[in-house]
């Protein structure tokens, strides 16, 4: 009995690891910055929206625009471009509320509040944006949103949620559907 359940354990584990290691294959790895918060792909297309952490010279987050967001364009010629309006109002922009502590900040995607974030810097002062991933506290890395639909008004049929345990260091793994 306690072998089939360990040989499951094993199997469970090597399967979340798999999961956990990278987004669909065919989409591109999103550079790494020192500012680099999150980023988000979507199943419509290759593009991405970009989440960095906007440092004043000081190296404090700038209080009054925390974060900055914007698209790589892989279908064009991976370049960056500003959210339009609408994009930023009603899709991808983030809200961001200072805490009472210094470099600290409350913020959600605007599309989607239940899930709030905490943004601030690491121990080594690596700016970063914590969540909650399946029930651990974790250092967002990235989101995959799974859709089906018109860009105008897309069915989200799931979302994916990749980090890394706060606590252990491990990757973490969550699959929500709406």
Not at 29 to 46: C, E, G, M, T
Not at 137 to 160: C, I, M, W
């Amino acid at each position: 009995m306690k072998n089939k359940q360990l040989q499951r354990l094993l199997i469970a584990s090597i399967i979340l690891t798999l999961i956990t290691s990278f987004s669909p294959i065919n989409y591109p790895k999103v550079p790494d910055s020192p500012v680099r918060l999150f980023y988000i792909q979507r199943s419509a297309n290759i593009n991405t929206i970009v989440y960095d952490a906007n440092l004043l010279p000081n190296g404090d987050f700038d209080k009054e625009n925390p974060i900055s967001v914007y698209w790589i364009r892989y279908q064009e010629q991976g370049q960056k471009k500003e959210l339009t309006w609408i994009q930023n109002l009603l899709a991808y922009g983030i809200s961001a509320k200072e805490t009472t502590r210094e470099n600290d900040f409350d913020a959600w995607v605007v599309s989607y509040k239940k899930r709030k974030l905490k943004v601030g810097f690491d121990k080594n002062r690596k700016p970063c944006a914590q969540l909650e991933i399946n029930h651990k506290q974790a250092r967002l890395d990235h989101v995959f949103v799974k859709t089906e639909g018109s860009n105008l008004r897309p069915k989200v049929l799931y979302v994916e949620v990749f980090g890394k345990d706060m606590t252990t260091g491990e990757d973490i793994y969550e699959k929500i559907k709406p």
